[in-house]
């Protein structure tokens, strides 16, 4: 058995960690929205209406989701 010991984070790197973790998701989330308002509008797609409606507002409502988690993770951290 091999023991590790890792060396611990500091607050200033662990805040560092969560704050580009947070910007990330905000990307992500802006793309899943995109995605899922173009999915909406699309008339011209390929999938019956119903099928692009669902996915649509899927990535629509994925998007509104990771936004408000980091709005609580961005107020967490002051």
């Known amino acids: ?33 995109w995605a899922g308002f173009g999915l909406t509008q699309a008339s011209d797609a390929e999938m019956k209406k119903s099928t692009v409606m669902e996915a649509g507002t899927m990535f629509a409502f994925l998007g509104s989701e990771i936004e408000r988690r980091c709005s609580v993770i961005d107020e967490a951290l002051g």
Do not use: C, G, N, W
Not at 25 to 33: D, G, M, S, T
């Open 1 to 33: 058995m091999t023991l590790t010991t890792e060396t611990p984070i500091t607050d200033a790197a662990r805040k560092d960690q969560i704050v580009t973790a947070s910007l990330e998701i905000a990307h992500l989330a802006a793309l899943a929205r």
